[in-house]
């Protein structure tokens, strides 16, 4: 399934009308658009692969921490709590897709599920006893009772054809968690282009709840909710709690999906 390029003035996801804004900082002639609809945002123009590589490379390798922004900020304690929010369940063979450090591979571990790989095509191996593999034709026949996509569709160039791929590699009744920045939590509302989400330069697509839902019914699942059930994130006090309700309303910066085939 190729990636199907909107016309400037309408939306990927929704065909909806779409305004113009800024790139990042970063990559500023990367224009993006933000759909009046559904609320959408992603580019005009698709990165190269090769430009991609090089912002990831450098991400991985570079000393600079100005470039860690492509690397994943899930840590051990959001792991744990995201476990618990989707009422995780340790039977059964997991897969980390986009594993990042694996952090969340560790968790799953901790959490008892004995069968654990994950897919990284960047990092490597921190010491794990799982199995690790950088190129995902390797898991080819291979069936996941849960699969996780932490902070990592929104990387992806052809959303669609990566979900087909992560779809056949579901078990019958097992669970897709994809957790993403949401383009209309209520700081992305008043930001905009500005948004933190958005000045990420590897950031290709920024979705909506609708969006995400309809990128997901197009590689094929057809059983998918949001989960708003709050996870704890590195806060504390009033702040803790304000970010707890604004998870519960839907209107936080974050998306957390599950899905079924």
Partial sequence: MKYKIQEKSQCRWCEGITKQGIGPIKRPNWNRWQCCNCGAIGYNDLPSEEELNELYLNAWVEND?????????????????LLKSVQFNHDGRCLDYGGGTGQLASVLVEFGCVDVYVFEPYGNNPGLSISWVKDLRVLDGEKFDWIFMTEVIEHITDPVAELAKVYNLLSDHGALVI?????LGWRARIERFRWRESQNPTHINLFSEVALKKCLSEAGFSNIKRCYQPVQY????LKRFLLSITQVLGVDGGL????KR
């Fill in 65 to 81: 921490t100005s470039d860690r922004f492509a690397t994943g900020s899930t840590d051990l304690g959001i792991s744990r709590s």
């Fill in 179 to 183: 957790t993403t920045p949401n383009s």
């Fill in 234 to 237: 590195k806060a504390s006090g």
């Fill in 256 to 259: 957390r999906i599950i899905a």
